[in-house]
């Protein structure tokens, strides 16, 4: 498939406010892959992909995930985090995508996992430092992306733990493995 025949299948998925993001967040994508010898191409589409569902009604959400079984156990945890296992899902049926490392980046790209693959830390990284977000010290992460990824991941999924708890929500567990597992490699 060519990129302009996916890019506006996408875009029919979404606002364009998110299209915007979804097109930067594969391009910071393929800048990383470039860096850390992957394909840009399948980077590029992991980006274009990984908020497929994202825009799709809680309620349907919830009737996918029981239906098709797709982690249910994401249900008891905050409705963000849903997107990723259903638009994993939906890029599989709608858009044959088969590739298992796109597939796992589309669907822990919000929680992270033990054992990421690079292309999967990759599209966390970009999603959380493209261009057009503004956060307190993004700059010094957009940097540290570009000379160490692992140490990125790790500085990102202590900002995202920090947040759910300041909100007192619960915790995905695969976030607080990935946690683990990433300061154990120190």
Not at 5 to 29: G, I, N, Y
Not at 94 to 110: E, G, K, P, R
Not at 122 to 144: H, M, S, T
């Given at each position: 498939?060519?990129?302009?025949?996916?890019?506006?299948?996408?875009?029919?998925?979404?606002?364009?406010?998110?299209?915007?993001?979804?097109?930067?967040?594969?391009?910071?994508?393929?800048?990383?892959?470039?860096?850390?010898?992957?394909?840009?191409?399948r980077a590029y589409e992991?980006?274009?992909?990984?908020?497929?569902?994202?825009?799709?009604?809680?309620?349907?959400?919830?009737?996918?995930?029981?239906?098709?079984?797709?982690?249910?156990?994401?249900?008891?945890?905050?409705?963000?985090?849903?997107?990723?296992?259903?638009?994993?899902?939906?890029?599989?049926?709608?858009?044959?995508?088969?590739?298992?490392?796109?597939?796992?980046?589309?669907?822990?790209?919000?929680?992270?996992?033990?054992?990421?693959?690079v292309l999967e830390m990759?599209?966390?990284?970009?999603?959380?430092?493209?261009?057009?977000?503004?956060?307190?010290?993004?700059?010094?992460?957009?940097?540290?992306a570009t000379i160490n990824?692992?140490?990125?991941?790790?500085?990102?999924?202590?900002?995202?733990?920090?947040?759910?708890?300041?909100?007192?929500?619960?915790?995905?567990?695969?976030?607080?493995?990935?946690?683990?597992?990433?300061?154990?490699?120190?």
């Open positions: 498939m060519k990129w302009k025949d996916l890019e506006k299948k996408v875009e029919q998925k979404m606002s364009t406010e998110r299209f915007q993001h979804t097109l930067r967040v594969a391009e910071e994508a393929k800048k990383l892959a470039a860096l850390y010898d992957v394909d840009e191409d992991a980006g274009l992909l990984h908020d497929y569902a994202r825009e799709m009604p809680i309620e349907q959400m919830r009737e996918l995930i029981i239906q098709q079984s797709l982690m249910e156990v994401i249900l008891d945890y905050h409705p963000a985090i849903w997107h990723g296992p259903v638009g994993a899902y939906l890029i599989q049926q709608d858009l044959n995508v088969s590739d298992q490392d796109i597939l796992a980046a589309v669907c822990y790209h919000t929680t992270a996992r033990v054992g990421m693959s990759i599209i966390f990284v970009a999603d959380y430092i493209e261009p057009g977000r503004k956060l307190p010290a993004i700059d010094q992460l957009r940097e540290n990824l692992q140490e990125t991941v790790l500085q990102i999924l202590k900002n995202n733990i920090r947040y759910i708890v300041s909100r007192e929500e619960k915790i995905f567990p695969d976030t607080l493995y990935a946690y683990n597992e990433f300061v154990s490699a120190k």
